[in-house]
C-alpha cells in the first residue's frame, strides 16, 4: 500500500488559485495512474482528474481548462493546480493512487473552501 498524504487546502475566495500536493510514500515511478477526486456535503465523491506515468492526463468536465493536474515523480509528489475556483468546487479533495491488481490508496482528503 501507498501512503497518501494531502495539502494546499482552506479557505480560499471565488476566482482563486490554490495548488494542492500529494505526497506519496512510495516512488511514483512506480505508480501508474495517480488522481484526485472530491466529495461535496451531502454528495457523493466524484472523480476530478489523473495522470499516468506515460504523461497523459484527464480532467472531467466540470473542471477542464480551469484545473492543471501534474506529478513530480522526483519528489513523490502529484499537484493538482486550481484556477478560477466557484463555490461549487467547495469539496474534500482526496488524492488517489493505483498500483494495478487491485492496489489503490487514499489520502486522508483535504477541505477546499470556496466563499463567494
Excluded at 20 to 32: D, H, Q, T, Y
Excluded at 37 to 54: D, M
Aim: proline share 3%; hydrophobic share 30%.
Amino acid at each position: 500500500q501507498v501512503q497518501l498524504v494531502e495539502s494546499g487546502g482552506g479557505l480560499v475566495q471565488a476566482g482563486g488559485s490554490p495548488r494542492l500536493s500529494c505526497s506519496a510514500s512510495k516512488r511514483l515511478a512506480g505508480i501508474n495512474t495517480m488522481g484526485w477526486y472530491r466529495q461535496a456535503p451531502g454528495k457523493q465523491r466524484e472523480w476530478v482528474a489523473a495522470t499516468t506515468n506515460s504523461g497523459s492526463t484527464n480532467y472531467a468536465e466540470s473542471v477542464k481548462g480551469r484545473f492543471t493536474v501534474s506529478r513530480d515523480n522526483a519528489k513523490n509528489t502529484m499537484y493538482l493546480e486550481m484556477n478560477s475556483l466557484k463555490p461549487e468546487d467547495t469539496a474534500v479533495y482526496y488524492c488517489n493512487s493505483n498500483m494495478g491488481g487491485g492496489q489503490v490508496s487514499w489520502g486522508q482528503g483535504t477541505q477546499v473552501t470556496v466563499s463567494s
